[in-house]
């Protein structure tokens, strides 16, 4: 249900480059990108100058009346000619024309500046994802796959994960987070991965393995047991049930895919107990009970979830975690069922920030 094993220290999903850093805020461009000519003061620029007036000679006051009338004609008219090269040039500037390629054409506006994108937070209280808000609601059709039939349950879980896929690819994406889908790795009894075996000793529950991003299970296991761990046909023999689970290995997926793994395992190598390190590791599972409840939510209405069915998922959850005698590394099972109603009722990435909460609510 958890990860075996940490993600390999320096893997990120977006590179290396020290802490995470909060989003940055950009001013706004100048209306004029650098370099820009900008328009003459005023609305035309300079006054022109009128040319000067002609002088007549004075030969005879009647050449000087002709002259003089002859004289006024000729200001008037420029004066119009003037006005008129004036008024033309109001009601019909020209539009600025910046230099395009490709063959596009030419808008009238100033060129911009580009906007620069606000890096992705990739740290475990203010990370990005928590921006993503709802999923959406997703057409997904549960069937009738029966649990203990593993080509059926195999295929029930395939066809589901691509609900889970069109889902948090829309979310992520939303906010800028680059999506990737992850691979499946589903076997009818025992098998091996990159990080252990599936199923682990004495556990009936599905992993999710960092290193390949796959989800690796066995459906046996899980309908069945393994060990000292109950089958979840022993709870609810729904298929659903087993839909939620892998929605749970889903949400340590987008934790992958979204730096909260790689902030949670810089922060494991930093502690200074085995106390704090299972806290962490508490943190991570309830996060991702939370996220499989915002998906089941999403789905409800075309799986279909009716109530009994819903109330039967609530039941589900709050009897999984940590059991007496077994490491706490999964939080109570009355904490695991409070983090995927969580997910259920408030149906907002930003309620599942298990990294923000007191240590009793993720204990």
Known sequence: MGQP??????????????????PQRYPAPHPYPPGTRLPPAGPYGPPRQLPHQWQPRRKSSAGAILGGVLGLIAVVFTVLVVGASLSDRATSREPV???????????????????????????????????????????????????FVHAQIKAHILRTAKCMDQAWKTALEKVGIPFERPKWVIAAGKGRGPCGDFPQSNSAAPYYCPRTMSVYASTKAMANGNGE???????????????????????????????????????TLASASESQRLALSRRLELQANCFAGMF????????????????????????????????????????????????????????????????????
């Open 229 to 267: 761990a109950a089958g979840y046909a022993s709870f609810s023999a729904w298929h659903g049930t087993y839909t939620a689970m892998m929605g749970h290995e889903y949400g340590h997926h987008v934790q992958q895919l979204t730096g909260l793994a790689q902030a949670r395992w810089e922060r």
């Open 97 to 147: 024309v910046t230099t395009l390629r490709d063959g596009a054409r030419p808008t009238g506006e100033p060129t911009r500046a580009p906007q620069k994108k606000a890096p992705l937070n990739t740290s475990l209280k203010s990370n990005t994802v928590y921006a993503a808000g709802p999923l959406p609601r997703t057409r997904c059709r549960g069937g009738g796959a029966n649990v």
């Open 5 to 22: 094993y940490p993600p390999p220290p320096g893997r990120h999903p977006y590179g290396s480059g020290g802490p995470p850093q909060p």
């Open 296 to 363: 089941m939510r999403a789905v409800a209405p075309t799986y279909p979830v009716p109530a009994g069915r819903r109330d039967d998922l609530f039941a589900f959850w709050s009897n999984v975690g940590d059991q007496p005698g077994w490491p706490r590394d999964h939080g109570s099972p009355p904490n695991n069922g409070v983090w995927f109603r969580q997910g259920w009722q408030k149906q907002r990435t930003h309620q599942c920030n298990t990294w923000a909460m007191p240590a009793n609510a993720v204990s």
